[in-house]
């Protein structure tokens, strides 16, 4: 009732005549006086003066005519910037991921979003794997990136792709030489590791007691950047999944040799977002992006020699 009384109201006093404006939106013209009525009843003012043959507001008339009108633009605006977000042209976007992921690859792929849609701000946070799954749990981030498949039920998982920790070094590193590395022979080498409680020392820790090794790192950091460059400096091996490392690898200051443990080989980097929540506009179309470039870093199969049985050595 509310909504059409003020409709009435507006519409009469735009066109000056309760007639006109029952001629427009197609009522009688006493449902158009009545519904003024009430609305001027529960204001407690009169706006419109009564005894002329054309609508001529109050003082109290015109503040609501103007109310009306402002709150119409209002509206329209609101449509307007909804529709731009349904087309992508506005919006923020707030992603999680972790430490390994950022680097020229990621940064090109921003990059080229914010291209093509210049009205979308973007933040990019970077945490451990479980705090970014309370985060997306939570609905303090939209798009969460991690290593591994969570198993929790509230969460969906877009999209998972191969990504198997490998052993990062110089080429020219004695671990370089090898085909593929064991935990045996990684034992050997300087080690430069991520501190207990991230992902991937966990990993490597569980296939130390299933191996017995013990992996004694000679340097341990929460830097992804600071293990590649002690990695490119020939100091010391990494373990780190490809995708932490593909500049690197493409310009040839490190090389990457498979790690054999079979679960190590079978890790996997997930893109997840909350279960029930609709990611639409910007968020849908970057996690759009996000799956495709994802798909591109995943690793190509290994070669196999002409009698296709054994794998061949793996180059960078």
């Not at 309760?18 to 009688?28: D, I, T």
């Not at 992921?101 to 973007?122: E, K, L, S, V, W």
């Amino acid at each position: 009732m509310w909504d059409n009384a003020f409709h009435y109201f507006y519409e009469a006093a735009s066109l000056g005549s309760m007639r006109l404006a029952s001629e427009k939106v197609g009522v009688a013209v006493s449902s158009i006086s009545r519904q003024i009525s009430q609305l001027e009843a529960t204001m407690g003012v009169s706006l419109i003066e009564r005894g002329r043959r054309s609508i001529r507001l109050t003082d109290a008339g015109r503040l609501v005519f103007d109310f009306h009108r402002e709150q119409l633009a209002d509206r329209e605006g609101l449509m307007n910037r909804l529709q731009e977000l349904r087309e992508v042209k506005t919006g923020h976007i707030i992603l999680a991921i972790g430490e390994g992921f950022i680097g020229n690859p990621f940064a090109h792929t921003i990059d080229q979003f914010q291209r093509r849609n210049r009205g979308i701000a973007i933040t990019v946070q970077i945490f451990a794997s479980s705090e970014i799954i309370r985060m997306v749990l939570e609905d303090e981030v939209h798009i969460g990136m991690i290593l591994h498949v969570p198993d929790e039920p509230k969460i969906r998982t877009r999209l998972s792709v191969s990504q198997p920790l490998t052993v990062l070094c110089a080429p020219k590193h004695p671990a370089a030489a090898l085909s593929s590395i064991t935990l045996e022979d990684l034992a050997r080498f300087d080690l430069c590791l991520p501190p207990k409680g991230f992902l991937i020392r966990s990993a490597l820790q569980h296939a130390e007691r299933r191996a017995r090794i013990m992996l004694e790192p000679m340097l341990v950091t929460n830097s992804i950047q600071m293990m590649r460059e002690v990695a490119k400096a020939g100091r010391a091996v990494t373990v780190l999944p490809r995708i932490s490392a593909l500049a690197e690898l493409a310009e040839g200051s490190l090389v990457a040799r498979p790690l054999i443990d079979p679960e190590l080989e079978h890790s996997s980097v997930s893109l997840i977002h909350r279960l029930g929540r609709q990611l639409d506009g910007a968020p849908a179309r970057l996690l759009s992006q996000l799956e495709n470039s994802l798909k591109n870093w995943a690793p190509a199969p290994a070669p196999v020699d002409e009698s296709g049985n054994e794998p061949l050595p793996l180059g960078t």
